[in-house]
């Protein structure tokens, strides 16, 4: 690769340079060799979540009983470890030989948290086999660790997914890197009111935008499409769950 060449930017004005943190060094090295090796490719979507919203809402009391904090990342990591049941080809990896790809018999979520030091992703574990409760308060200790440093280097391996919410900030869609080995990352911006066609009028519902990068070596575009719109689809109706 050609490199950037070097400018000495003090001719331009006052400059000051400053260390990068290891944090920020190993970010930087992650994400710079997923986008030099992965074949990147981001599938759009929307999910309708005005009743999954009006649940949530109903359970706030309930929430704070428990001392716990119900956002929409529970029900997303819910929904994300159904839909790699139902399409089994996103949790894989590319075993490095090229030959073969290594299917993966459990499921472990990682999610994206901003931290004053760079970008850490705990794992949640077998996101498949807990309650919304438990995943609500393994999300928020694992965040809360992340904050603090306090997150140890088992908290953050075994990933098979990721999940980057950025909902909480804004924006209404984005191109995550997809966390080599794994093949596919969830990102996830700002739920909104917008007016929805019902088939003979527009009514306001709550979208929530979806963005999927995919490794398009393991996954295939249709497939990708039906997975994002699987995700929206029991966000839309999380009773599916059950089914
Ligand atoms: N749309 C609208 N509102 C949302 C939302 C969404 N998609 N997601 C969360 N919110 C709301 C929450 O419901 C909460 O509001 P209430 O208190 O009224 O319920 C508020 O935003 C704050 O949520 P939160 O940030 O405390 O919790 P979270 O579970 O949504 O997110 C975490 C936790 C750790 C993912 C988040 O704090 C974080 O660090 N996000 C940044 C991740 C990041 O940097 N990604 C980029 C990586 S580079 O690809």
Redesign the pocket.
């Known amino acids: 690769i050609p490199p950037i060449p070097a400018v000495d930017f003090s001719q331009f004005g006052e400059i000051e340079e400053k260390p990068m943190g290891r944090l920020l060094k190993a970010g930087a090295m992650n994400l710079h060799r997923s986008w030099l090796n992965v074949p990147h490719v981001t599938q759009f979507d929307e999910a309708d979540i005005t009743e999954l919203e009006k649940f949530r809402k109903s359970m706030k009391g309930e929430a704070e009983k428990r001392g716990s ?1 119900l ?3 529970p029900f997303i990591l819910k929904a994300c470890a159904y839909a790699m049941q139902k399409y089994p080809q996103f949790n894989v990896s590319l075993h490095p030989d090229g030959d073969k790809l290594i299917h993966k018999k459990y499921i472990n979520i990682g ?4 931290t004053p030091d760079g ?1 850490l992703v705990p794992v949640v574990r077998d996101v498949d086999q807990k309650s919304l409760w438990e995943l609500a308060d393994a ?1 928020a200790d694992l ?1 809360g660790r992340a904050q603090k440093k306090q997150l140890k280097a088992d908290d953050m391996k075994g990933g098979c997914f990721t999940i ?6 804004g924006g209404t869609a984005f191109t ?2 997809v966390n080599a080995p794994e093949v596919a990352i969830l ?5 909104s009111i917008k007016p929805v066609w019902n088939g003979s009028d527009f009514v306001p519902r709550q979208m ?1 935008p979806l963005s999927l990068s995919y490794d398009h070596r393991a996954i295939n575009g249709a497939d990708a499409a039906r997975f994002t719109a699987f995700i929206a689809a029991v966000l839309a109706d999380i009773r599916q769950i059950l089914m």
């Open positions: 904090k956002t929409p990342l999610f994206a948290v901003d970008l999300t965040a980057s919410s950025l909902g909480s900030i995550p890197i990102g996830v911006s700002k739920a929530l």
